[in-house]
T-cell receptor, first 111, second 115 residues
Framework: GEDVEQSLFLSVREGDSSVINCTYT??????LYWYKQEPGAGLQLLTY?????DMKQDQRLTVLLNKKDKHLSLRIADTQTGDSAIYFC???????????FGTGTRLKVLA | DVKVTQSSRYLVKRTGEKVFLECVQD?????MFWYRQDPGLGLRLIYF???????EKGDIPEGYSVSREKKERFSLILESASTNQTSMYLC??????????????FGPGTRLTVL
């Protein structure tokens, strides 16, 4: 079945770049999402990318998609303490309601 | 802004109690979802509804039921709560999913503890 995998933890120093990685198995995935969850809160959509794109940039966020390897990454430039959160990767096929979420990566930003 | 609200942020119940978790969205979304979130397991879909009175089982429906009598409201019911249902419960809503920009919007979550 479909599966989305992420590493569980990442620790970076304030001001450095963070790169959070995600791999997925469903080759029919059309939309890929990154969500952020702050402590005690629900998930907030950060950005998304379509499967016909290789890269998307939005201010400090850069999403890279390698379709051949089914690998998605989220790069956060100039990471701040406010970026400390859990980041979820998710994928969805075209015309389907079902989202497949990864386990989430807990990002810790050290001052 | 889309708003998805959940009736409680924290709940403590006893084993065997019937538990109702309520979710309301104000964006006229057709789809509504209930997930549970557990450390290391990510989000797992419990139930999904694409219209009033319509529901579909997700990946882990056992021990749960749902009700959608109005478009804006989706309830998750634990008929007889058990300790292994202690978890964070997240509600989400979205449009039908035909458009590329249709994405899910989440509520703040309900942390349920069953003693």
């Amino acid at each position: 079945g479909e599966d989305v995998e992420q590493s569980l933890f990442l620790s970076v120093r304030e001001g450095d770049s963070s790169v959070i990685n995600c791999t997925y198995t469903d080759s029919s995935s059309t939309y890929l999402y990154w969500y952020k969850q702050e402590p005690g809160a629900g998930l907030q959509l950060l950005t998304y990318i379509f499967s016909n794109m290789d890269m998307k940039q939005d201010q400090r966020l850069t999403v890279l998609l390698n379709k051949k390897d089914k690998h998605l990454s989220l790069r956060i430039a100039d990471t701040q303490t406010g970026d400390s959160a859990i980041y979820f990767c998710a994928e969805r096929g075209s015309g389907t309601y079902k989202y497949i979420f990864g386990t989430g990566t807990r990002l810790k930003v050290l001052a | 802004d889309v708003k998805v609200t959940q009736s409680s942020r924290y709940l403590v119940k006893r084993t065997g109690e019937k538990v109702f978790l309520e979710c309301v969205q104000d964006m006229d979304h057709e789809n509504m979802f209930w997930y549970r979130q557990d450390p290391g397991l990510g989000l797992r879909l419990i139930y999904f509804s694409y219209d009033v009175k319509m529901k579909e089982k997700g990946d882990i429906p056992e021990g749960y039921s749902v009700s959608r009598e109005k478009k804006e409201r989706f309830s998750l019911i634990l008929e007889s709560a058990s300790t292994n249902q202690t978890s964070m419960y997240l509600c989400a809503s979205s449009f039908l999913g035909r458009r590329s920009t249709d994405t899910q919007y989440f509520g703040p979550g309900t942390r349920l503890t069953v003693l």
